[in-house]
T-cell receptor, first 113, second 111 residues
């Protein structure tokens, strides 16, 4: 099993550009989520999904969109990048929403200039 | 509003010493308290977790102490090793199953 994979590892965007961060898991996990990690602030939940076709907002959803068309994939879209979205983004998954143990991907470091 | 407060921000310990990281929470509905370990360039990984029906949980050199009345929990790393040097995050979750993370502690264990 590859676990949770994320692409790209690094990305630089100009303000106003759009892009999609990819996340995939091969563990047949129902629950997937996106976090951003900023210095001194820990990890903050952006969006999450409890299964294919079901998504919901987390603590900091503004500026981000998600969809979950398959169990395996959970892409995060930035519609119009802003410098405030410069961060490290982590995707995570767990067996179900009732299972607390989350497995994290390696992260995507995004810089918006 | 930060629901999980973590301290210290950084910690330097000699090899063989005890590392102690503390967290305090506000939401009494939290019922799951994990600790995650993160190495540079990697994603966080679950280290150890506790539920509020026990006051202590030990796994090898890692121990969680939990004080429900004080709404505090802590991670103790016994016989700290240079390989333990990493960033540690406490977290908490309630019935919604969403993890709320502390701000992290950067641990350095000197050889």
């Amino acid at each position: 099993n590859a676990g949770v994979t994320q692409t790209p590892k690094f990305q630089v965007l100009k303000t106003g550009q759009s892009m999609t961060l990819q996340c995939a898991q091969d563990m047949n996990h129902e629950y997937m989520s996106w976090y951003r990690q900023d210095p001194g602030m820990g990890l903050r939940l952006i969006h999450y999904s409890v299964g294919a076709g079901i998504t919901d907002q987390g603590e900091v959803p503004n500026g981000y969109n998600v969809s979950r068309s398959t169990t395996e994939d959970f892409p995060l879209r930035l519609l119009s990048a802003a410098p405030s979205q410069t961060s490290v983004y982590f995707c995570a998954s767990s067996l179900s929403s009732g299972n607390y143990e989350q497995y994290f991907g390696p992260g995507t470091r995004l810089t918006v200039t | 509003q930060q629901q999980v407060k973590q301290s210290p921000q950084s910690l330097i310990v000699q090899k063989g010493g005890i590392s102690i990281i503390n967290c305090a929470y506000e939401n009494t509905a939290f019922d799951y308290f994990p600790w995650y370990q993160q190495f540079p360039g990697k994603g966080p990984a679950l280290l150890i977790a506790i539920r509020p029906d026990v006051s202590e949980k030990k796994e090898g050199r890692f121990t969680i102490s939990f004080n429900k009345s004080a709404k505090q929990f802590s991670l103790h790393i016994m016989d700290s090793q240079p390989g333990d040097s990493a960033t540690y995050f406490c977290a908490a979750a309630g019935s919604a199953r969403q993890l709320t993370f502390g701000s992290g502690t950067q641990l350095t264990v000197l050889p």
